[in-house]
């Protein structure tokens, strides 16, 4: 998915002409009703399908409407109804097999009760967030769905949601308040197994590769880590941390990292996928064996990891349920079905996929 910095689906966008010509007048209900010899709250009925008007005026209505390039006012209407049937989206970044398969699972949920989607990407920037979470409230979206960049402190910015009633929802990256949901899985029980799992294969000496720990899913995959080791009887120091930003040049500077190292870590675990592949890939070439003489473990289940030779070991990480569970919920908080003061966390099942890159046994 190519990444922007707001992709905004309008219905028919208007058309511009060149200066040479004055725009063309907007065709109302009034034209067609003039038309029709008709009143303009019939045509009104007929374009929506209204019980009320016959299949044959209806069938006129939208015939001419057609014809004559009508284009229905959803702006003005919404305005009316003060519903414009709109969630937001806000997301760290869009070039990320888990956060589409996190937006399909929205898309699907919203359009099955008639909603759109505006997605916006905060590029890990708490500034950007700040500003889309402005845009999309001037967008007058009905509800907000967010997974927080990896530097944002507080929820200041989203402030005037909480004041209006506006309902958000939080998936992935949280920050609690009572009167959000958020959506998740347990981080640091699946980072304990991921760890445990490279432990029961005969690691020693592991090393975890993950982001700034700032955020809730990081700060519990390094508790989770930390547990693991504890629980070994391992102890934990700070060389054992890896700390960048887990994209694929991360993975590669992380190898070289490995490589200097005069006791090398005889078992990784990565907190996504991406990184981890990369990692794999570079200690590879240099004639490290995977596994047997260090185990890697990712995060995610994104599809490189059965690309990548070994295929690699992770986390399934359900991204389609928790986008559909996101916005099926937030959806329901809009029709006054679902409260978040009484249900304020989901939290959703994890797995640990085991593959060639760590059976060491």
Known sequence: MAATDCTIFAEN????????????????????????????????????????????????????????????????????????HTLGVIVPRLDSYFVSTVIAGMEDAAVGHGYKLIISQSSEQ?????????????????GLLVSLAVDTENLEHFY?????????????????????????????KAAYEATRHLIDQGCRRLVHITAPPKRNVYADRLAGFKQALAEAGIPFFEDQ???????????????????SRTSRPDGIFVANDYCAAACLASLKKTGVR????????????????????????????????????????????????????????????????????????
Request: charge should be positive.
């Open 241 to 259: 941390l890896i700390i960048g930003n887990l994209r694929q040049n991360d993975g590669h500077k992380a190898a070289q990292n490995i490589l």
């Open 13 to 84: 966008p208007p058309t511009r002409r060149s200066h040479t010509h004055t725009m063309e007048k907007e065709i109302t209900i009034y034209d067609l009703a003039e038309k029709l010899n008709i009143s303009p709250a019939t045509v009104s009925r007929g374009l929506q399908d209204h019980p009320a008007i016959s299949k044959k005026t209806k069938k006129r209505i939208q015939e001419l409407a057609e014809q004559i390039g009508y284009r229905s006012n959803h702006f003005a209407r919404n305005l009316r109804s003060k519903q414009t």
């Open 290 to 361: 995977i596994p047997q003489d260090m185990a890697i473990v990712g995060f995610n289940n994104d599809p490189v990891c059965t690309v990548v030779e070994p295929n690699l070991s992770t986390i399934n990480y359900p991204g389609y349920e928790m986008g559909h569970i996101a916005a099926t919920n937030l959806i329901q908080a809009l029709n006054g079905s679902m409260d978040f003061g009484t249900t304020n966390s989901i939290l959703l099942r994890s797995e640990l996929v085991v593959r060639e890159s760590s059976k060491r046994n």
């Open 160 to 188: 005037i949601y909480f004041q209006k009633k506006i309902p958000l929802v939080f998936f992935d990256r949280v920050l609690a308040h009572e009167q959000c949901l958020e959506v998740l899985i347990d981080n640091r």
């Open 126 to 142: 708490a500034a950007k967030e700040a500003t889309s979470a402005k845009t999309l409230y001037d967008s007058r979206v009905d």
